[in-house]
């Protein structure tokens, strides 16, 4: 059974930094892409960050160049470290295990943290 576990999150204020962990457990953590989302309220959920096993990179274009995705395969962890936040960043970010090496469109979700972005 794998479980996905987040860390890190909090309050801050705008032009802050914040770095998530993400820890997975179960089956071998290096063969499947890693992905973090986030879901404010009355919005849909949405992906803003993923990674593959080979180190391949994909950002929503509203984070690119403030948001950078990392893995540790080692400690079986993902990092999201985010620089320059905004009010906008305001959300329950969830991390979540793919069930591919390259895609995270099916897979295991954690239980979210609160990342908030106020003055």
């Known amino acids: 059974q794998v479980q996905v576990v987040e860390s890190g999150g909090g309050l801050v204020q705008p032009g802050g930094s914040l770095r998530l962990s993400c820890a997975a457990s179960?089956?071998?953590?290096?063969?499947?892409?890693m992905g973090w989302y986030r879901q404010a309220p009355g919005k849909q959920r949405e992906l803003v960050a993923a990674i593959t096993t080979g180190g391949s990179t994909n950002y929503a274009d509203s984070v690119k160049g403030r948001f950078t995705i990392s893995r540790d395969n080692a400690k079986n962890t993902v990092y999201l470290q985010m620089n320059s936040l905004k009010p906008e960043d305001t959300a329950v970010y969830y991390c979540?295990?793919?069930?591919?090496?390259?895609?995270?469109?099916?897979?295991?979700w954690g239980q979210g943290t609160q990342v908030t972005v106020s003055s």
């Open positions: 179960g089956r071998i953590f290096s063969i499947y892409a």
């Open positions: 979540k295990r793919g069930s591919t090496s390259y895609s995270t469109e099916l897979g295991s």
